[in-house]
């Protein structure tokens, strides 16, 4: 169960309004490495969790705090856009700021949303689930945690870099150490699992079930071997079981495949349309 | 460029038909980590690389690569297809067998693809281009692809656990041991670029324009402090940079939001419809 | 902000497992009007809200109670899963209720979320905010909420409806409660603004510039007068502004439109790609 | 079945294009609460009724009309596209109008429909028929067009905003005042049903059996107690049924849950991952 | 504008309720070539027409028809659903068919449409409108209403297949007749056209702008040239400007890319994380 | 299987940057109908394909060389993005053309991409499956690839139209000509199965089972007789089984339809929520 408190966890004012700004902003809210990804993806991993209750509450710890990052940048974006512009373009292009701004800002913020923030990305696209994952294996779902951290990151550098309003740039720079801090904890919280278990998910597979003379054998599909100097194509594996092997000309193990005819009641083109036409 | 060859990179066929498990390894075709996103994801990684060629060229060869997994797989459903049932429910529950394949096959693999593999996921949820990331920045996106490679493996596994069919275990033994290399392959591209930068992407932000107080802090949203015994909780930070700080009771650091009123032609709720009802 | 207690709002515990009501009850956790829903439409209506701030607590509060509703039927859904069956089709219809089962349940609750609950309906399809408004009018947003509240229960109840489990049955009785409560909140909360100003949204548009004419007319499009019977048609229309008009035979105010001819680098069909060939 | 007249239902003529313009009006088309989702919610719960006939008569009614407004607001987009400049933005900028323009506009009005309107809202999002409802039961339903009506009034109107062009205002000015009727009719249709049933939806479902205590309980989930100064906080409820009441600490009333350990045919995170390595 | 009238183009009454079948019909309701599809498709095409009055109207007689499709098959889909089961898997697979309905209905028809239709696919899926094309260029259109048409009847026949229901039975042929009929209109339309211009779209392009060493080349991609047996590889071209050629060997026409390094500004990856660790 | 060669099918190399134009060169790599739908179109046609292996091998032939089409345009779009700008709207418009550039580009392009191309359209609409079809009936898909080759050819055309860029021109000339080429290869592909069998899909469904009294009628729906003048009105219909009838007022065959009432407990408006409120 959750309690609000009104105060913001960080203050999400900016010195001016910006309302095409704002547009880019809803990126690392409802994007597909938004806070509200995180949130949701943390949450629902806390929930199902049934392994050990320190990751359940670690994991439920942090989407709980990125529920307050989702309404910061909520926050932010609804200042963003006061005083955004309604008027037709033509009026508006007396004034080339105006012009420029009617043309790049989201059209919803005004006529949806009234001036507030909406949980969708800077090009407008819905926030969906599917961007989520909650896999019951926890190394492979803080392999997602650390990615969507590294992801999110680098959108709000990239955002950062891209005002030079010092109220905004005062929140990223929130945002983005809170970020240092997740990529580090999901380092840590791997590091913990992959001491206790192989590497490789999922680690309770027995390996003798696999076809293990592919199992770490680098294939070089791609004409040319500049792959050939990577770390991947030789030494020890990553897993520590085996050395690397670099295949320079990979071949094919199956034979081409040949589907049977399908039943007249699917009304497939039959298997002979035969060649009568030509040749 | 690509040249295709007729033969499969390895045997896709099962010993019987069943069309019921056509629908489930729809997952790994085309669900949110299945072959298409890992195919799609690398080549898009590929051809946007700005970086060193040897990167390009390895990313390249496992999307390459990942095109003829798709192929397998689509090959194997549309052999699990061959004689699906096509008939009322009514007269087919005189057969169990035949009431609950009838019941727990995917519709549209009679209706719309006449026996064939749909680019979708186990539950008809056609595949969409924002599972896949390429950002420009490759430890981002090497984590991204460690993580794909790790859900794909443990829902490969989930599948093999979900048969016993020995043609189709066959395939998944084989696509099996190829994800126990690909996680070893990107985790070996990943310590190469951490060893070449910090480990918190991106590495070229300058630190001290993030506010560094809470850079390295574990704040405990959560009621309880089981999130106090992990790893990520106390020592040094993974990045080597400074030492874990567990805040037990974290508190706002900004204070409560108020949002100005909107202007009239907005048409929003007035600041003030007067609390003269009540109160 | 937001601070997370251990406790759920109330209890959520099937007396058995049962994986095929597990899909279903999926519907009320991230289907369209399912508590993912209302959890985010409220949360974004709060941190949107300009108006008095008696408005955007109420919403907040309410918003936050419902993130407990998406743990209670989060962990429920869980708790169905355990032993879900993961096996052929084949073998499981030797015993018809795993067989009816392993068609009916949803293949994702093992491959995807290893049985886990997912963001998503009981179709499968993934939550999407394009579910939830946050207009700026709260008018017409308490009018979106009362709908919500509304399909909400009525969904809840015919889950309720098909189970017998205690457990289940319980916890459904709590949330149909809360929807009693939810319902009768927003019919407060339009009573309260309606009281304040006009009941057509937005109220602030000065209606004379609207074509008042048509303003109070039921137009009979669809032949027969059956709809000539309703409140709809006749007696002072409910903003109390007019009477309503039943037209009988309702007909064009607008002449047949006829669209200019395109220019030649758009390539469209020209105008007159002629009738030399028939007539 | 349905007859068509080559008559528009009112004039949907522009005094000049404009393709900025163009891309906005797309929200009353094929957005959420355009005139697609009325039309396609009201005929869908018209064809599914199965109550009393002069609600099916009137809803078809009404779903009939909003066809015509689709029409017309299609046939205006196409005029708004006349003349879209083609060229590129370096061109362009010489003239900031143009330059503004062809940055400001939906590039698919050119590429993919060749100056026509398209079925999707102002961000080039397609219109999905998640956006619709047919629930069965009408008074349900009927909130569901009332919201439907009163954000799509609303945004009428803030599109009527950003426009002078006399044509353009004219052909809004008659959909505005077709939505005043239409909230007055969903308004007398939910009187019409709530006098015949109780207010709370489904009516029909015995109260007894759920959780009662919480049914009339405003809870505070929210710290701080402005939301106590409201009408749903104190008073008779709207359903006539109870007093208010308003809980100022909720609490939980479920216990902290635990979830079972999964078996290992799903490969999800043991339950005990031991806690050796740290603690 | 349109009118409704209460008959039904043609009967659409099912012998005996079939809740699975009820699921399989809606993919010709709500599918990607569903009657929701060409019913949206050809009213828009004709609403967006610049071309010949002829066209116009055609394109709106038609579309004007589908939506009667629309309404037959929701109506059906209605009651196929009655008596559809509400009750427990457990219970219901005491009775062997009743467990395979339950298992293999769409579980939304009803918990969300109360035995309604729903605009949504077999699946579940909903209609969304990029299944449509309106693009201006009518010969192009009608290429795409050909193919709606042509995979349309393939489905209705494959439904056809997989019932005996008298009634229903009766429904598909009326519909698979039309579906002949408008095969053959599109083709007629297309024949128009195609003797007013050249058969390639669009034909108003200069073709001597185009790269025209390779527009009537079949190149061989795939290794083996079984493929040089068709009609495609050898004789006139169809458009009648040219001979096919086949390309046994096609080679690359341009350079390997190599990318320009990205400003430091936008963070990825230098050009240059330099080759000193392997190598 | 397949191979990659790192040389480009053909050169993809502008004369200089423009991130405007990058934007809506994503429609023909990521939209409905760009690159990535036939290439996927094409690879599960041919990998489906249970006809002969001329199809089959055809199919991946030219599926094999739509991948190089992606390549070449995912490239062309990272170069059209160099040095793309990144700074506030408010100090972009002392400059107007980085103003109208930065309102005009999509700024995932900077945010997510890092500069590089995105599988999406020139919206930002994700590209997505359902764009594809694959129904084991071979006329049926060639005619679906020939609307596909007829629209993107058309939108390759209007993308001509809108640069003046010489290396741009340069790459389009290269695929509008293979468009034309590959229009002409479907034509033929249909001409070879329109030999072999009737011209109307399925062409194995028996036509006595169909209402062929409806069969060859064209049904004036809409008002006015214009639709009179067109091939499909008269004269013998295309698949040369019978003459086109024109029925000028067409009328409805079946009944008005009356849905059975629901059962309690589904909770749908009872059929007999009495009139006595009013008539």
Redesign the interface.
Known sequence: ?????????????PDRP?P??A??LQ?IL????GE?TVM?QY??QG????????????I??????E??H???I??MI??LL??AP????????KD??I??????M???H???????????????????????????????DF??N??AE??G???A?????????PGVR?ML??L???D??H???W???I???E???K????A??P?E???????????????????K???????K???GQAE?EYVSH?T????????????????????????????
Not at 86 to 93: F, H, M, N, R, S
Not at 99 to 104: A, N, R
């Open positions: 169960m959750f309690y609000h408190i009104k105060e913001l966890q960080y203050e999400a004012k910006d095409v700004y547009k880019k990126e409802g994007g597909q490495f509200i949701m949450l629902f929930w199902n969790c049934r392994a050990d209750q320190k990751y359940r509450d670690m439920l710890d942090i989407g709980t705090e529920m307050a989702v309404e910061m909520a926050t609804a200042r006061d005083n309604i008027q037709d373009q033509e009026e508006a292009v080339p700021l012009g420029s701004i009617l043309g790049g989201n059209p919803q005004v006529i949806v949303s009234g001036l507030g923030a909406t949980p969708t990305d800077s090009v407008g696209y819905p926030w969906n689930s599917r961007y989520t994952i909650s896999s019951g294996n926890l190394l492979a392999r997602a650390l990615n590294s992801q990151r680098l959108q550098v990239r955002l950062y870099e891209s005002t030079t309003d005062d720079s929130f983005i150490a809170r240092t801090m990529q580090n904890q380092m840590a919280a590091e913990d699992l001491q206790q278990q590497a490789v998910v999922p309770t597979f390996q079930l696999e076809k293990q003379e592919v199992s770490y054998s680098f294939m070089n599909f791609s004409e040319g071997e500049e792959s100097k990577g770390r991947w194509a030789k030494g594996s990553l897993d690397f990979p094919a193990m199956g034979p081409p495949p040949v589907l049977n005819p399908s039943p007249p009641n699917v009304h497939d083109t039959p298997k002979r349309v035969t060649n009568q036409y030509i040749d």
